[in-house]
């Protein structure tokens, strides 16, 4: 008897069919009939058939068979009641019912998602999966195209085996089916750099590599009269794919990178001059190697799209909606190729999603600059990912859309042609754009020592705190780390990560901190904190950082950091004393190191209410997009101006997306708790009121008569 339970059991609906195959011999022909069923623990029998006629020869077997009732907990089960020898091999259970009915196709719910939400793009296959842990692990594309059978089993970099059954040709039918651009994402000649060490292809034999994506725009695009054109009219499409985008590498950096993807570059625009190449700049938004990426993309001008991703907090979405107002609108275009909020416990709350809606907005400002974004990870399935949140969830039986897929629902089918000026206007106490909290010092794999330690309000002069380091520790709280004080020094001597220790008032605001360190051993350099508020709510100057390569001011907010202001080339010298200064005066930071100005930055201490924006559509309709993510409703009396001309239909349509708490989200029980409401509304005009519900995403659609 041989048994498989699939993942996580295998689920069965009553009254629907499924595709049994398998190959099967028997090499000295004692064997043949064999018996299979699928049954649960319990001995529920969801169905149960045979094979006969199993001869010496490798032979394909198939059969379709309806099943008699409902299991979750299923196990494939082979019975051989005879003695003697069998071999078996591509044993495969599949639906009937998938998307379009094809066969071995995908799973029909999935794909109806995705559907719905009409998407103008889909990259595939995304993130770390392109690099692998190395380069026997990496996605190549030619592997994945022909008869499953015949697709090899691989690990990938997420640590379990994919048998590429979801290759590129069935990709580019998907992008075809939901009408979207098909943005392949092609291995570059290197693996994940993100750990201790890169695989990479020696430059002396990248041609491979470089010709695997020549074949791919061929396989794609080329007629049925050239090689890969013509193996893709023998899958079943004579007609071209008409690809227009290509990505090299996935998150990858430096000048290894910047030389390989050059390579690729050249050699796709000399045969495919039409095809948009699209440059990665790293897996963070800002910082050294962000910054690297953008000066190297500029200085060759070899991109026609920069592709950033961004997993950050809500609040860092909420302040940085004015991201792109200082980009250079004659540089490559931007693509966002993955984002997400990730807040406390990376929850896909609503939280999340109306933080989203709000970049998403502003994002549509700049729609001259940011060309396409995308949220990523599509899709995870419950119990069996290392990853969230994601855009939807699913487990053997069924699927639900999560706010942030709403969110994109919402604001893709309300998209508008023209952005219209239109501003909603909340007034703030100046008083609260303040930083304000304790300060610590730190390190990150390295030992250091700290002396001379003052704390000067910027106000009044007054010395807020001293410290000598000839007493005890009592005036410190010691997070991690081992701390000592001798000869006035604060020393601290682990190579651990994260070690800081803290001291102060949280209500310190306007001060400057002023503190002389040295390097003893380790990776990186110096860690001074200011405004903390607890051990995940704070800033640090982060001095010698990422391997000791550059400087720069951070931000955690719920434990998640994120750079704010620009990054500067500084390393830390062992045994070496330095002078830092840090002056934080209202919401400006600026940080000095032996006298020099670093970093001069305001950051955005208070996020905002209320984020809107306001679009005309081919249609001519209004539609006014607004997200209130207080806990109060927020009434406007809305006027539009400057189209004297302007009448409208009294009635308005509106969408809502909302629910009673930020930290409300969707699930398997509750599927449908926040998803957009559709109500209309009277008495509209060019000037008329309206209440935008606490914590809510809300489109008003005028119509012109």
């Known amino acids: 008897m041989l048994s498989n339970q699939g993942y996580q059991g295998i689920s069965l609906k009553k009254g629907e069919y499924y595709i049994v195959t398998l190959y099967a011999r028997s090499p000295d022909g004692s064997i043949k009939n064999i018996n299979f069923e699928v049954s649960n623990r319990k001995g529920n029998v969801a169905f149960k058939d045979f094979i006969s006629d199993i001869d010496r020869k490798w032979k394909k077997f198939e059969k379709v068979i309806m099943c008699n009732q409902d299991i979750d907990d299923g196990r494939f089960v082979i019975l051989i009641k005879e003695k003697g020898t069998v071999d078996l091999d591509f044993i495969s259970l599949f639906p009937?019912?998938?998307?379009?009915?094809?066969?071995?196709?995908?799973?029909?719910?999935?794909?109806?998602?995705?559907?719905?939400?009409?998407?103008?793009?889909?990259?595939?296959?995304?993130?770390?999966?392109?690099?692998?842990?190395?380069?026997?692990?990496?996605?190549?594309?030619?592997?994945?195209?022909?008869?499953?059978?015949?697709?090899?089993?691989?690990?990938?970099?997420?640590?379990?085996?994919?048998?590429?059954?979801?290759?590129?040709?069935?990709?580019?039918?998907?992008?075809?089916?939901?009408?979207?651009?098909?943005?392949?994402?092609?291995?570059?000649?290197?693996?994940?750099?993100?750990?201790?060490?890169?695989?990479?292809?020696?430059?002396?034999?990248?041609?491979?590599?470089?010709?695997?994506?020549?074949?791919?725009?061929?396989?794609?695009?080329?007629?049925v009269d050239t090689k890969w054109g013509s193996i893709r009219a023998k899958l079943g499409h004579p007609e071209p794919f008409n690809l227009k985008y290509i990505e090299i590498g996935n998150e990858q950096w430096g000048p290894e990178y910047?030389?390989?993807?050059?390579?690729?570059?050249?050699?796709?625009?000399?045969?495919?001059?039409?095809?948009?190449?699209?440059?990665?700049?790293?897996?963070?938004?800002?910082?050294?190697?962000?910054?690297?990426?953008?000066?190297?993309?500029?200085?060759?001008?070899?991109?026609?799209?920069?592709?950033?991703?961004?997993?950050?907090?809500?609040?860092?979405?909420l302040n940085n909606v004015d991201r792109y107002s200082t980009y250079d609108r004659k540089g490559p275009k931007v693509y966002v190729g993955e984002y997400a909020a990730h807040g406390v416990g990376r929850r896909n709350n609503l939280e999340a999603a109306l933080s989203e809606a709000a970049y998403l907005l502003n994002i549509e400002k700049y729609s001259d600059i940011v060309s396409m974004i995308s949220y990523a990870p599509l899709f995870g399935k419950e119990g069996a990912s290392q990853w969230q949140p994601n855009l939807i969830w699913f487990n053997n039986r069924s699927s639900y859309a999560t706010p942030s897929y709403y969110v994109l629902k919402i604001l893709n089918e309300n998209k508008g042609k023209y952005v219209l000026p239109f501003k909603l206007l909340t007034?703030?106490?100046?008083?609260?754009?303040?930083?304000?909290?304790?300060?610590?010092?730190?390190?990150?794999?390295?030992?250091?020592?700290?002396?001379?330690?003052?704390?000067?309000?910027?106000?009044?002069?007054?010395?807020?705190?001293?410290?000598?380091?000839?007493d005890t520790l009592k005036n410190w709280t010691i997070a991690r780390g081992i701390w000592t004080i001798k000869n006035g020094v604060f020393s601290q001597s682990t190579l651990s990560e994260n070690c800081f220790a803290l001291t102060g008032d949280v209500n310190w605001s306007n001060y400057t901190i002023q503190v002389k360190a040295r390097k003893i051993s380790g990776r990186e350099g110096f860690l001074i904190m200011f405004g903390v508020k607890n051990s995940d709510n704070f800033y640090w100057w982060n001095i010698g950082g990422w391997g000791n390569s550059y400087t720069a001011i951070e931000k955690a907010v719920g434990g998640i950091k994120s750079i704010i202001g620009n990054s500067a080339n500084v390393r830390v010298e062992e045994n070496r004393w330095y002078d830092i200064k840090i002056e934080v005066n209202g919401n400006r930071i600026r940080c000095y190191l032996d006298g020099v100005l670093i970093h001069d930055v305001e950051d955005r201490v208070v996020r905002q209410d209320i984020y809107s924006n306001v679009t005309e559509d081919e249609?001519?309709?209004?539609?006014?997009?607004?997200?209130?993510?207080?806990?109060?409703?927020?009434?406007?009396?809305?006027?539009?101006?400057?189209?004297?001309?302007?009448?409208?239909?009294?009635?308005?349509?509106?969408?809502?997306?909302?629910?009673?708490?930020?930290?409300?989200?969707?699930?398997?029980?509750?599927?449908?708790?926040?998803?957009?409401?559709?109500?209309?509304?009277?008495?509209v005009d060019k000037n008329f009121v309206y209440v935008f519900p606490r914590y809510s995403l809300t489109v008003l659609r005028l119509k012109k008569r």
């Not at 103008?120 to 692990?137: D, H, I, W, Y």
């Not at 990496?138 to 690990?155: C, M, N, S, V």
């Not at 470089?210 to 074949?215: C, E, F, K, S």
């Not at 703030?428 to 001379?452: N, R």
């Open 427 to 470: 007034l703030k106490d100046k008083a609260d754009e303040v930083i304000s909290g304790m300060i610590g010092l730190g390190s990150w794999q390295t030992s250091v020592e700290y002396k001379d330690l003052r704390v000067i309000s910027n106000i009044t002069g007054e010395v807020l705190y001293k410290d000598n380091f000839i």
């Open 96 to 223: 009937q019912n998938t998307w379009k009915e094809r066969k071995n196709g995908l799973r029909f719910d999935l794909v109806k998602w995705l559907y719905d939400l009409k998407p103008s793009f889909m990259r595939f296959p995304g993130g770390c999966l392109v690099q692998g842990r190395n380069m026997n692990e990496a996605y190549r594309w030619k592997f994945t195209i022909g008869d499953p059978l015949e697709r090899p089993t691989i690990p990938n970099f997420w640590g379990y085996y994919q048998s590429l059954g979801l290759g590129f040709y069935e990709y580019f039918l998907l992008c075809e089916d939901l009408g979207a651009e098909p943005i392949p994402v092609i291995n570059c000649g290197m693996s994940f750099q993100g750990g201790s060490y890169t695989d990479m292809v020696p430059l002396d034999k990248l041609d491979e590599y470089i010709q695997d994506a020549l074949d791919l725009i061929e396989f794609a695009n080329g007629s």
């Open 258 to 317: 910047y030389v390989r993807y050059e390579k690729f570059y050249d050699a796709i625009k000399k045969k495919y001059p039409y095809i948009k190449v699209i440059f990665g700049v790293g897996p963070s938004p800002s910082g050294k190697i962000f910054d690297d990426g953008w000066n190297w993309v500029k200085k060759t001008g070899k991109a026609d799209l920069v592709d950033e991703h961004y997993y950050m907090s809500p609040e860092w979405f």
């Open 619 to 683: 249609n001519g309709d209004i539609l006014i997009k607004v997200v209130n993510i207080s806990n109060k409703n927020k009434r406007f009396s809305i006027v539009i101006k400057g189209l004297e001309n302007l009448r409208l239909e009294e009635e308005a349509r509106v969408i809502t997306l909302t629910s009673d708490s930020l930290k409300d989200e969707n699930s398997f029980i509750a599927p449908n708790k926040i998803s957009p409401q559709y109500t209309n509304i009277s008495g």
